[in-house]
């Protein structure tokens, strides 16, 4: 565990985390695994930056709303009842399907990005 978590540092993969701190035995958040996704699998937001936030609970202030929508437009996450509940803690269950749709694209949803442009 130790090797894993010195290599997430090194990474940065957990850098906009509390000053880039990592703490295994925490609950990863949804907006916290949107930022993790886009750095391990190299999504980049700016490709989506043109792009509307889809989630009525997400304002462009917060910090993570780039990531957010990188992998809402990518096809990775999607949101319930037009919110993405960005504190709310992820599972084992859900990160594990994040990650397969992160990693291949015969598991990702099909979004429209021809009119979600601002």
């Keep these: 565990m130790f090797y894993l978590c010195r290599a997430c540092e090194n990474a940065r993969i957990f850098s906009k985390r509390l000053q880039g701190s990592f703490y295994p035995n925490e609950a990863l958040t949804r907006e916290e695994m949107s930022y993790v996704l886009t750095k391990?699998?190299?999504?980049?937001?700016?490709?989506?930056?043109?792009?509307?936030?889809?989630?009525?609970?997400?304002?462009?202030?917060?910090?993570?709303?780039?990531?957010?929508?990188?992998?809402?437009?990518?096809?990775?996450?999607?949101?319930?009842?037009?919110?993405?509940?960005?504190?709310?803690s992820v599972t084992r269950a859900e990160f594990a399907s994040f990650v397969a749709r992160s990693k291949?694209?015969?598991?990702?949803?099909?979004?429209?990005?021809?009119?979600r442009k601002k």
Aim: glycine share 4%; hydrophobic share 25%; no cysteine.
């Design 40 to 88: 391990a699998f190299t999504i980049n937001p700016d490709n989506f930056k043109d792009y509307e936030m889809p989630f009525k609970d997400i304002s462009s202030s917060n910090t993570y709303a780039p990531y957010i929508k990188a992998l809402y437009y990518s096809g990775i996450a999607q949101g319930y009842l037009g919110n993405y509940s960005p504190k709310s």
């Design 104 to 115: 291949s694209d015969k598991y990702r949803f099909t979004t429209s990005t021809t009119s």
